[in-house]
Structures are given as structure tokens and as C-alpha cells.
């Protein structure tokens, strides 16, 4: 009796599933990820690096170029038509050899073809030598304002752009010569500023051309002199230039010009028509290809 009166005990067990480790799912996940965006930046890659006329020749091969617009016969590929005249069938309204056969009038490549790849390349040029040469600009510009030495001689400068190319000129004012008279010798205000200037040619790897120039009497008229003074002070300018860093074999021209092209047209006798003139000169055009013989 006393075994019988003994609680009877039921143990229940519970099974957990689902935690623990959860497996490498994640994983598999994480690499279709990655996968999946080398796709995409190569796919960016790849229509960047190609031509319009590649891109349309990939557009065309992936077209479905078996379907058929002909409303003839079953619709099925040959599209009610027959290959042979001489078939049980017509011929239909349009030739199915023709029909299958991929476009190729935009893909060939002729002299258009060539002048309109020479006129972007021209184009892109231009515009990467329209920016180097205004940053070049605004840093002889920053360089000037930056030294307390070349704040006054900084009004001697005047820099625009020509159709030749970036033009730096070193003007006379009234009592502020950069050279003395009759001298072919720059003086100290001039080798202060050819040097400051040479900071800015040495940014671009164009050639550069310097010419001297002087002023008319004031009677207006031209002294004989003054062809070979003007010449002897481009010179002059040339060997400081140097001297301060500029390769010689950039120095692509030294002229003199006398008054034979004055500043200020109104009055060719000021003093602001004695100058040099520092031409960094603009690149060559791309030649096309039938040009180069």
C-alpha cells in the first residue's frame, strides 16, 4: 500500500530548434551581393569605355531580328513567303533573306565618320586648354596679390587670351620703365616680374613666344632703331626666363616689332606701348588622318 500511495511523475522534454548556429546562409547572401554590384560597375565600365557605333552594334545583335512584320501566310518565320519563286508559295511582300539580314548602313565608317571623330577630339582639346589657361591665370593673379613686393608692380602686368594663346604682357607706365632708355637689360622691376612669371609658365608644358615692343615718338613716327632694340629686349626677357626655370627648348619665338603694333591704337607714343609680350602658345590642331600625307 505504501508503494501505491507514491505520485506518479511525468517528465516532459522540450525540444528547442532554431537556435545555435544558424548556418551560412548568410553568406551565400552576402556573396550574390557582391556579385551582383562587380556586375553593375563593370556593366558602367563597359558603356563608357564603348563607342556609339559599338553600342548600336550590340542593340543589334541582341534584337529579335527573326520576327517577321509581314501579316501574310501563318506569321511564322518565313512569314508566308517562299525562298524560291518557283514554290508553291508567293513570294510576299517582303523578301525574307532581306528582311533577316542586320542593317549595316549605320556602321560603316567613311570620311564623315572620321571628320566627326577628328571634330571631338578638337572640341575636348579646346576645352581642357580654355581651363588650363585660366587657372593658370588666376595663379599668377593669386601670386601677385600674395607678395607685398609684387602688389605695386602687379599694375606693369596684364594677362588676357588671345587666338594664339595666353598673353602675359609686362607694360611701361609713367614713371615705372622696365627698361631704361635705349637699353636692351631688363631692370630690377623687370626681373621681379619675369620671375614671378615664370612660376605660371612652368604650370603648362606650351611653347612660348616673346616679342618686344616700343612706342612712337611724339611726332608719331618710327625710329629705325627701335626693330633691333625691341628684338635685343625680347631676348633680354628670354635669358632671365630661363635663368628662373623655363626649358629652352620651350622658347619657340623671339621677335621684335618695333610700334609697329601699339597698345593703345588712339595714341602709340604712351609708354604703356613700350612692353613684352609672353605668348604661351596654343596647342596644334589634331590633323586628320588623310592630312598627315
Do not use: C
Not at 246 to 253: F, G, L, M, N, T
Not at 277 to 285: C, D, K, N, T, Y
Amino acid at each position: 500500500m505504501a508503494n501505491n500511495d507514491r505520485p506518479i511523475l511525468i517528465k516532459k522534454v522540450k525540444k528547442v530548434s532554431g537556435g545555435g548556429h544558424h548556418g551560412g546562409a548568410w553568406k551565400v547572401a552576402y556573396a550574390d551581393f557582391v556579385t551582383a554590384m562587380m556586375a553593375f560597375f563593370l556593366l558602367m565600365w563597359l558603356i563608357n569605355t564603348t563607342s556609339p557605333e559599338q553600342k548600336a552594334g550590340v542593340a543589334e545583335y541582341f534584337a529579335p531580328a527573326t520576327v517577321s512584320d509581314s501579316n501574310s501566310g501563318a506569321g511564322g518565320i518565313l512569314g508566308g513567303t517562299a525562298l524560291d519563286d518557283n514554290g508553291a508559295k508567293s513570294a510576299g511582300s517582303t523578301a525574307i533573306m532581306q528582311q533577316m539580314a542586320p542593317d549595316t548602313s549605320k556602321n560603316q565608317e567613311g570620311p564623315n565618320a572620321s571628320a566627326s571623330v577628328t571634330d571631338s577630339l578638337q572640341e575636348a582639346r579646346q576645352k581642357r586648354e580654355e581651363a588650363e589657361f585660366d587657372s593658370a591665370a588666376m595663379s599668377l593673379k593669386q601670386s601677385l596679390q600674395s607678395m607685398p613686393e609684387l602688389a605695386e608692380l602687379s599694375k606693369n602686368i596684364i594677362v588676357d587670351k588671345t587666338p594664339e594663346g595666353l598673353r602675359i604682357q609686362l607694360v611701361d607706365q609713367e614713371g615705372r620703365s622696365l627698361f631704361a632708355e635705349g637699353s636692351a637689360v631688363p631692370n630690377d622691376r623687370a626681373r621681379v616680374l619675369l620671375r614671378a612669371i615664370t612660376k605660371t609658365l612652368n604650370q603648362l608644358p606650351n611653347r612660348v613666344s616673346i616679342s618686344g615692343h616700343t612706342s612712337a615718338d611724339w611726332k608719331g613716327g618710327e625710329v629705325d632703331s627701335d626693330w633691333g632694340l625691341s628684338a635685343a629686349r625680347a631676348d633680354g626677357s628670354r635669358k632671365i626666363l630661363e635663368a628662373s626655370g623655363v626649358a629652352k627648348d620651350r622658347v619657340y619665338q623671339i621677335s621684335g616689332k618695333a610700334n609697329s603694333e601699339p597698345l593703345y591704337l588712339d595714341d602709340p607714343s604712351l609708354p604703356g606701348n613700350r612692353r613684352i609680350a609672353i605668348v604661351l602658345l596654343r596647342e596644334a590642331p589634331v590633323l586628320p588622318p588623310e592630312a598627315a600625307f
